[in-house]
Every structure is written in structure tokens, then in C-alpha cells.
């Protein structure tokens, strides 16, 4: 599967996953009820959708160009570091707002998830690249710059 309908079914699978690990996860944070968090989890899985076809995107150009062909251990964790990275500097504010805590507060709770989703976004890719098969950027021949 390639192409706009691998990242349809990609940004579902992932984020209907994250939406409810994400209202648990502020909900048991915050002590603000499940609704609330879910507000806020929807919220950031919107922005989340938005960041995630950017960074794929991009990544998927740069990766395109490399020399060495595949995913490797390395590549993976460049790639979820740089996409929850990315994530941290949308979501604080958000939280702070909706959950209103101040920004400090709301970097030590989107941290939290930090942890959860870098082990989550790099199984989650693993496990979704061995059923769905590598995408062309990663399998094919280099393309030229």
C-alpha cells in the first residue's frame, strides 16, 4: 500500500489508538474528567493529524534521497524523535489552555506523553511497516535530488 491511502489508514489507526491512550492518560494527570481530557486528546490528535503529513512528508523526501535504503533501528528513532519533537512545541500550549494549567505544567504533562507515544510511534510504525509492507521512499531505488 502506498501513497494517500497508506497515510489515510496510517493517521486512522494511529490516532484512533492515541485518542483514547491520551484522554486516559490527561484524565488520570489533570483529575479533570474523562469528557474534558477527551476534548483536549481530540484536540491534539487534530493538530497531531496536521504535524503528521508535514513531518511524514518531509521525511519521506529526505528519506528518499539517502544512499542506504530500508528503516533501520537508527532512522526509526530519528523519526519518532523528530515527530513527537515537533508535536511538544503544538501541543503545550493547547493543554495549557484547555486544561488551564500553565505552560510549565502542561510541559510536564505533555512530557508524560512523550514517553508513552516515542515507545508507541516507534512500534506503532514497526508493527504497521510488517503488515502494510515499507513505503516506495524506503523500498524503491534513490531518486534523484
Do not use: C
Given at each position: 500500500m502506498?501513497?494517500?491511502?497508506?497515510?489515510?489508514?496510517?493517521?486512522?489507526?494511529?490516532?484512533?489508538?492515541?485518542?483514547?491512550a491520551a484522554s486516559a492518560g490527561l484524565a488520570l494527570m489533570t483529575g479533570q474528567s474523562a469528557g474534558h481530557s477527551g476534548v483536549a486528546a481530540v484536540m491534539a490528535s487534530v493538530i497531531a493529524v496536521l504535524w503528521n503529513l508535514s513531518f511524514n512528508a518531509m521525511f519521506e523526501r529526505w528519506e528518499s534521497r539517502q544512499k542506504v535504503r530500508g528503516r533501520?533501528?537508527?532512522?526509526?528513532?530519528?523519526?519518532?524523535?523528530?515527530?513527537?519533537?515537533?508535536?511538544?512545541?503544538?501541543?503545550?500550549?493547547?493543554?495549557?489552555?484547555?486544561?488551564?494549567?500553565?505552560?510549565?505544567?502542561?510541559?510536564?504533562?505533555?512530557?508524560?506523553?512523550?514517553?508513552?507515544f516515542l515507545i508507541y510511534t516507534f512500534v506503532f510504525n514497526w508493527a504497521f511497516d510488517m503488515v502494510f509492507g515499507l513505503p516506495a521512499s524506503a523500498a524503491g531505488a534513490a531518486q534523484p535530488a
Amino acid at each position: 500500500m502506498q501513497g494517500l491511502k497508506r497515510r489515510v489508514v496510517y493517521i486512522s489507526l494511529y490516532e484512533g489508538i492515541a485518542i483514547v491512550a491520551a484522554s486516559a492518560g490527561l484524565a488520570l494527570m489533570t483529575g479533570q474528567s474523562a469528557g474534558h481530557s477527551g476534548v483536549a486528546a481530540v484536540m491534539a490528535s487534530v493538530i497531531a493529524v496536521l504535524w503528521n503529513l508535514s513531518f511524514n512528508a518531509m521525511f519521506e523526501r529526505w528519506e528518499s534521497r539517502q544512499k542506504v535504503r530500508g528503516r533501520s533501528v537508527r532512522r526509526r528513532i530519528a523519526h519518532a524523535i523528530g515527530f513527537e519533537g515537533g508535536l511538544v512545541a503544538f501541543l503545550v500550549p493547547v493543554f495549557a489552555w484547555w486544561l488551564n494549567v500553565s505552560l510549565w505544567q502542561a510541559l510536564v504533562m505533555d512530557l508524560g506523553l512523550v514517553v508513552f507515544f516515542l515507545i508507541y510511534t516507534f512500534v506503532f510504525n514497526w508493527a504497521f511497516d510488517m503488515v502494510f509492507g515499507l513505503p516506495a521512499s524506503a523500498a524503491g531505488a534513490a531518486q534523484p535530488a
